[in-house]
Structures are given as structure tokens and as C-alpha cells.
């Protein structure tokens, strides 16, 4: 098993650019999640989805979209990309939504981003 | 909304010597868990406690949960370069959306050799 891939693992834009950051598990987890991890402030969630067609916000989700199509992959859409998004960024996954609240989160290896 | 308080920011110790970093929460818990992340790496899960005063060891790595669950440390004995890194903390907390999973800031574990 990969567990969860990620990426690209490195990113350039400008502001106003659009891109999506693929994550991709293959261990038929129920749960996946993004969160964004900024010096000093730990990792914060954006986005979660509890299985195919579930995605809901977390703590910090504007000006990300997300959908899950299918229970392999969680893609993480930056619509309009600001200075302010400039950050690394996991996705991560739980086996399944009954151990979402008791499970422990598998990490793929982080997207790095930097907008200009 | 909830908040874990994780300190210290840093730490700086001589291979050998100890290290502790410690979490503390205004509210209960409901279970707290542990990752470490290597520079340049991914946080990768080290453990979970769920009942109150639980502790677990793990070779050189001593985890506690506080009697009241609204606090945990992390406890390194005689630390060795593979260790350095950030530890975080993540507490979960009854009622919470999504994981329920709040993270501190972390501690990042600085080593001289």
C-alpha cells in the first residue's frame, strides 16, 4: 500500500491563479481531511469528508473548495490563489467515519505551496 | 472555539539529557493523541490516551493524560539525535465536528550533540 499520496509535492503561483492539489489513499479509508500547517500555528483543518459525496468545512476553509467523487480521492481547489494561502498543506485519513472520533489520522507527505 | 495550549514553542537540550512537553486544555477531553514530525516530514501518529491518568510507554517515551483529562505530557528519556523533531499534541473534545481533532502548536525538539 502507497497510503496517502499527495501532490505536486511543490507549487509556484501568482495571485489570482487557480490550481488543484491532488491526495489520493489506497487503503479504503472512509475519512479523509485537509488541513494547512503554518509556522507557530500547528495544523488547522479546511476541509473533511466523511465518505463518496460527503465533504463538509472545518476551521479555516475559505477560498478552498473540495469535492469527493469517489473513496480514493480528495482534491483541494485554491480558486483564486492569495499570498495568504502561501503554506504547506496535508491531506490526511482515517479508516473509517465510525473511527473518525477515536482514530488516528494518516498523513500523506504534504503539498508545499508558495503564492506570490 | 476550543483550544489546546502546548509548551514550550522550543527546546533546546544536550543528547542525553531528558525532555518533556506538555499540553493543557481549559475543557475535558475526550481522548488526547500524539505525532511527531521529522524537518521536512509528515506528522506521523505515536499514540493515543482515552482514560483518565492513563500512562504509556513507549521504549524511551513516557505519555500521560491527566486525572481531570484536560491535560498530557510527553516525556523523552535521554534523548538521541533521531528524536529531533516537532511533537504535537491533539486533543479531541465531545461534540466536536469532523475528527474532532484540535491541535497545539507543537514543540519543536532541538538536539547538540
Known amino acids: 500500500n502507497a497510503g496517502v499520496t499527495q501532490t505536486p509535492k511543490f507549487q509556484v503561483l501568482k495571485t489570482g491563479q487557480s490550481m488543484t492539489l491532488q491526495c489520493a489513499q489506497d487503503?479504503?479509508?472512509?475519512?479523509m481531511s485537509w488541513y494547512r500547517q503554518d509556522p507557530g500555528m500547528g495544523l488547522r483543518l479546511i476541509h473533511y469528508?466523511?465518505?463518496?459525496?460527503?465533504?463538509d468545512q472545518g476551521e479555516v476553509p475559505n477560498g478552498y473548495n473540495v469535492s469527493r467523487s469517489t473513496t480514493e480521492d480528495f482534491p483541494l481547489r485554491l480558486l483564486s490563489a492569495a499570498p495568504s494561502q502561501t503554506s504547506v498543506y496535508f491531506c490526511?485519513?482515517?479508516?473509517?467515519?465510525?473511527?473518525?472520533?477515536?482514530?488516528?489520522?494518516?498523513f500523506g507527505e504534504g503539498s508545499r505551496l508558495t503564492v506570490l | 472555539g476550543q483550544q489546546v495550549m502546548q509548551i514550550p514553542q522550543y527546546q533546546h537540550v544536550q543528547e542525553g539529557e531528558d525532555f518533556t512537553t506538555y499540553c493543557n486544555s481549559s475543557?475535558?477531553?475526550?481522548?488526547i493523541q500524539w505525532y511527531k514530525q521529522r524537518p521536512g516530514g509528515h506528522p506521523v501518529f505515536l499514540i493515543q490516551?482515552?482514560?483518565?491518568?492513563e500512562v504509556k510507554k513507549q521504549k524511551r517515551l513516557t505519555f500521560q493524560f491527566g486525572e481531570a483529562k484536560k491535560n498530557s505530557s510527553l516525556h523523552i528519556t535521554a534523548t538521541q539525535t533521531t528524536d529531533v523533531g516537532t511533537y504535537f499534541c491533539?486533543?479531541?473534545?465531545?461534540?466536536?465536528?469532523?475528527?474532532?481533532?484540535?491541535f497545539g502548536k507543537g514543540t519543536h525538539l532541538i538536539i547538540q550533540p
Open positions: 490526511a485519513s482515517i479508516r473509517d467515519r465510525e473511527r473518525a472520533r477515536t482514530g488516528e489520522l494518516f
Open positions: 490516551l482515552v482514560k483518565s491518568g
Open positions: 487503503m479504503n479509508h472512509e475519512y
Open positions: 491533539a486533543g479531541r473534545y465531545s461534540g466536536g465536528g469532523a475528527d474532532g481533532l484540535t
Open positions: 475543557t475535558t477531553l475526550s481522548n
Open positions: 469528508s466523511v465518505g463518496a459525496g460527503i465533504t
